[in-house]
Protein backbone atom coordinates (compact mmCIF):
# COMPACT_ATOMS: atom_id res chain seq x y z
CA UNK A 1 0.00 0.00 0.00
CA UNK A 2 0.92 3.52 0.07
CA UNK A 3 3.53 5.38 2.13
CA UNK A 4 3.69 8.57 3.48
CA UNK A 5 6.37 9.91 5.03
CA UNK A 6 6.39 13.52 6.63
CA UNK A 7 9.42 15.73 7.66
CA UNK A 8 10.60 17.09 10.33
CA UNK A 9 8.84 15.45 12.75
CA UNK A 10 8.73 19.42 14.99
CA UNK A 11 9.52 22.76 13.88
CA UNK A 12 9.82 25.90 15.45
CA UNK A 13 9.96 29.00 13.65
CA UNK A 14 9.84 32.63 14.37
CA UNK A 15 6.93 34.84 14.31
CA UNK A 16 6.64 36.55 10.46
CA UNK A 17 8.94 33.67 9.57
CA UNK A 18 8.37 30.74 6.70
CA UNK A 19 7.66 27.57 7.78
CA UNK A 20 8.15 24.51 5.22
CA UNK A 21 6.72 20.71 5.23
CA UNK A 22 7.70 17.71 3.23
CA UNK A 23 6.05 14.66 2.17
CA UNK A 24 7.25 11.98 -0.02
CA UNK A 25 5.32 9.40 -1.18
CA UNK A 26 5.83 5.58 -2.42
CA UNK A 27 2.72 4.79 -5.14
CA UNK A 28 3.46 6.30 -8.16
CA UNK A 29 -0.52 6.16 -8.90
CA UNK A 30 -1.24 8.61 -6.10
CA UNK A 31 -3.15 11.23 -7.68
CA UNK A 32 -4.96 13.81 -4.48
CA UNK A 33 -2.30 15.46 -1.94
CA UNK A 34 -4.42 17.12 0.71
CA UNK A 35 -2.96 18.61 3.84
CA UNK A 36 -4.40 19.03 7.33
CA UNK A 37 -4.14 21.41 10.37
CA UNK A 38 -5.18 19.67 13.84
CA UNK A 39 -5.41 22.45 16.64
CA UNK A 40 -5.43 21.04 20.22
CA UNK A 41 -8.47 19.51 20.85
CA UNK A 42 -9.64 19.78 17.54
CA UNK A 43 -9.88 16.84 14.70
CA UNK A 44 -7.99 17.48 11.68
CA UNK A 45 -9.34 20.20 9.44
CA UNK A 46 -8.25 20.45 5.35
CA UNK A 47 -6.11 23.36 4.79
CA UNK A 48 -5.12 22.75 1.10
CA UNK A 49 -5.17 20.19 -1.19
CA UNK A 50 -3.81 19.88 -5.05
CA UNK A 51 -4.30 17.42 -7.50
CA UNK A 52 -1.40 15.61 -9.69
CA UNK A 53 -2.41 17.51 -12.89
CA UNK A 54 -0.80 20.76 -11.02
CA UNK A 55 2.53 21.83 -9.40
CA UNK A 56 1.79 24.22 -7.23
CA UNK A 57 -1.42 25.81 -5.54
CA UNK A 58 -1.74 28.86 -3.22
CA UNK A 59 -4.12 29.74 -0.94
CA UNK A 60 -2.88 33.29 0.41
CA UNK A 61 -0.12 32.56 2.94
CA UNK A 62 -0.59 28.74 2.43
CA UNK A 63 1.25 26.94 -1.21
CA UNK A 64 1.60 23.26 -1.68
CA UNK A 65 3.91 22.31 -4.36
CA UNK A 66 3.72 18.95 -6.22
CA UNK A 67 7.16 17.26 -7.95
CA UNK A 68 5.43 13.78 -9.47
CA UNK A 69 8.69 12.56 -10.45
CA UNK A 70 10.36 13.10 -7.48
CA UNK A 71 7.17 11.84 -5.68
CA UNK A 72 7.50 14.35 -3.25
CA UNK A 73 4.89 17.53 -2.14
CA UNK A 74 5.46 20.44 0.72
CA UNK A 75 3.72 22.85 2.54
CA UNK A 76 4.93 26.25 2.48
CA UNK A 77 3.31 28.79 4.96
CA UNK A 78 4.52 32.74 4.52
CA UNK A 79 4.40 35.18 7.33
CA UNK A 80 3.62 32.86 10.15
CA UNK A 81 1.45 34.23 12.79
CA UNK A 82 0.80 32.31 16.37
CA UNK A 83 -2.35 31.01 15.57
CA UNK A 84 -0.40 28.91 12.57
CA UNK A 85 0.78 26.81 15.97
CA UNK A 86 -0.64 23.14 15.40
CA UNK A 87 -0.15 19.49 14.00
CA UNK A 88 0.08 19.50 10.62
CA UNK A 89 -0.36 16.31 8.26
CA UNK A 90 -0.02 15.54 4.60
CA UNK A 91 -1.83 12.68 2.84
CA UNK A 92 -2.14 10.72 0.21
CA UNK A 93 -4.90 8.95 -2.28
CA UNK A 94 -4.91 7.28 -5.38
CA UNK A 95 -8.75 8.04 -6.31
CA UNK A 96 -10.02 5.75 -3.93
CA UNK A 97 -11.65 6.32 -0.62
CA UNK A 98 -8.30 5.28 1.66
CA UNK A 99 -6.15 8.59 2.52
CA UNK A 100 -2.49 7.29 3.84
CA UNK A 101 -1.32 9.95 6.27
CA UNK A 102 2.08 10.64 7.50
CA UNK A 103 3.19 11.18 11.37
CA UNK A 104 2.57 14.66 11.04
CA UNK A 105 4.64 18.32 12.30
CA UNK A 106 4.18 19.68 14.85
CA UNK A 107 4.67 23.58 14.30
CA UNK A 108 5.42 26.39 16.81
CA UNK A 109 5.49 29.61 15.69
CA UNK A 110 7.59 32.05 18.88
CA UNK A 111 6.68 35.39 19.10
CA UNK B 1 -18.27 22.59 14.72
CA UNK B 2 -17.41 20.78 11.57
CA UNK B 3 -20.23 19.50 11.01
CA UNK B 4 -19.66 15.93 12.24
CA UNK B 5 -20.41 15.67 15.98
CA UNK B 6 -18.40 12.90 17.71
CA UNK B 7 -20.00 12.14 21.50
CA UNK B 8 -18.55 11.39 24.58
CA UNK B 9 -14.97 13.75 24.12
CA UNK B 10 -13.69 11.95 27.01
CA UNK B 11 -13.91 8.51 27.74
CA UNK B 12 -12.36 5.79 30.29
CA UNK B 13 -13.50 2.32 30.66
CA UNK B 14 -11.44 -0.85 32.17
CA UNK B 15 -11.13 -3.11 30.46
CA UNK B 16 -14.20 -5.56 30.92
CA UNK B 17 -16.46 -2.37 30.05
CA UNK B 18 -18.42 -2.13 26.95
CA UNK B 19 -18.98 0.84 25.76
CA UNK B 20 -19.95 2.70 22.36
CA UNK B 21 -18.52 5.84 20.62
CA UNK B 22 -20.76 8.20 18.46
CA UNK B 23 -20.39 9.82 14.98
CA UNK B 24 -22.81 11.69 13.60
CA UNK B 25 -23.12 13.81 10.66
CA UNK B 26 -25.57 16.12 8.43
CA UNK B 27 -23.59 16.99 5.48
CA UNK B 28 -24.85 15.01 3.02
CA UNK B 29 -21.86 13.19 2.93
CA UNK B 30 -22.33 9.17 1.25
CA UNK B 31 -18.40 7.68 2.92
CA UNK B 32 -18.05 7.63 7.20
CA UNK B 33 -15.21 6.35 8.62
CA UNK B 34 -13.38 5.61 11.73
CA UNK B 35 -9.57 6.53 12.60
CA UNK B 36 -7.08 6.02 15.64
CA UNK B 37 -4.84 8.50 16.53
CA UNK B 38 -1.99 7.24 18.15
CA UNK B 39 1.04 10.04 19.59
CA UNK B 40 3.62 10.09 16.79
CA UNK B 41 2.41 8.16 14.84
CA UNK B 42 0.14 8.09 11.37
CA UNK B 43 -3.41 7.93 11.65
CA UNK B 44 -4.59 4.75 11.35
CA UNK B 45 -7.53 3.68 8.88
CA UNK B 46 -10.02 1.30 11.09
CA UNK B 47 -13.38 1.16 9.20
CA UNK B 48 -14.79 2.50 6.08
CA UNK B 49 -18.71 2.75 5.06
CA UNK B 50 -20.03 3.84 2.13
CA UNK B 51 -23.84 4.59 1.80
CA UNK B 52 -24.04 2.32 5.43
CA UNK B 53 -22.49 -0.79 3.95
CA UNK B 54 -18.79 -1.72 5.12
CA UNK B 55 -16.32 -1.21 2.33
CA UNK B 56 -13.12 -1.51 4.36
CA UNK B 57 -12.27 -3.25 8.04
CA UNK B 58 -8.60 -2.50 7.84
CA UNK B 59 -7.37 -5.76 9.71
CA UNK B 60 -9.03 -4.58 13.14
CA UNK B 61 -9.18 -6.63 16.27
CA UNK B 62 -12.77 -7.46 17.13
CA UNK B 63 -12.88 -5.71 20.29
CA UNK B 64 -13.72 -3.16 18.34
CA UNK B 65 -17.36 -3.64 16.30
CA UNK B 66 -18.77 -0.79 13.91
CA UNK B 67 -22.25 -0.05 13.15
CA UNK B 68 -23.78 2.56 10.77
CA UNK B 69 -27.44 2.14 11.04
CA UNK B 70 -27.54 5.16 8.41
CA UNK B 71 -24.87 7.38 6.06
CA UNK B 72 -25.58 10.25 8.78
CA UNK B 73 -24.72 8.22 11.78
CA UNK B 74 -21.93 5.63 12.68
CA UNK B 75 -21.02 4.08 16.01
CA UNK B 76 -17.85 2.02 17.27
CA UNK B 77 -18.79 -0.40 19.86
CA UNK B 78 -15.80 -1.10 22.57
CA UNK B 79 -15.37 -4.22 24.20
CA UNK B 80 -12.64 -6.05 26.50
CA UNK B 81 -10.24 -3.51 25.12
CA UNK B 82 -6.47 -3.32 26.09
CA UNK B 83 -4.63 -0.34 27.44
CA UNK B 84 -2.91 0.04 24.18
CA UNK B 85 -6.25 1.15 22.58
CA UNK B 86 -6.11 4.04 24.82
CA UNK B 87 -5.67 6.95 21.95
CA UNK B 88 -7.96 9.81 20.08
CA UNK B 89 -10.60 7.87 18.09
CA UNK B 90 -11.39 10.34 15.25
CA UNK B 91 -14.46 10.09 13.15
CA UNK B 92 -14.30 11.34 9.26
CA UNK B 93 -16.87 12.01 6.39
CA UNK B 94 -16.72 12.60 2.62
CA UNK B 95 -18.78 13.62 -0.17
CA UNK B 96 -18.05 10.23 -1.96
CA UNK B 97 -16.56 7.00 -1.06
CA UNK B 98 -12.61 8.39 -3.07
CA UNK B 99 -13.07 10.91 -0.68
CA UNK B 100 -11.25 13.24 -3.41
CA UNK B 101 -13.29 16.27 -2.02
CA UNK B 102 -11.10 15.94 1.15
CA UNK B 103 -12.22 14.92 4.29
CA UNK B 104 -14.55 16.26 7.40
CA UNK B 105 -13.58 15.01 10.75
CA UNK B 106 -15.39 15.37 14.24
CA UNK B 107 -13.11 16.44 17.24
CA UNK B 108 -12.74 13.34 18.25
CA UNK B 109 -13.25 10.80 21.45
CA UNK B 110 -10.10 11.17 23.89
CA UNK B 111 -10.60 6.87 24.77
CA UNK B 112 -8.57 5.93 28.00
CA UNK B 113 -8.23 1.76 28.97
CA UNK B 114 -7.77 1.60 32.32
Known amino acids: GENVEQHPSTLSVQEGDSAVIKCTYSDSASNYFPWYKQELGKGPQLIID?????GEKKDQRIAVTLNKTAKHFSLHITETQPEDSAVYFC??????????FGAGTTVTVRA | ETGVTQTPRHLVMGMTNKKSLKCEQH?????MYWYKQSAKKPLELMFVYNFKEQTENNSVPSRFSPECPNSSHLFLHLHTLQPEDSALYLC?????????????FGSGTRLTVV
Open chain 1, 50 to 54: IRSNV
Open chain 2, 27 to 31: LGHNA
Open chain 2, 92 to 104: ASSQDPKGDYGYT
Open chain 1, 91 to 100: AASKNDYKLS
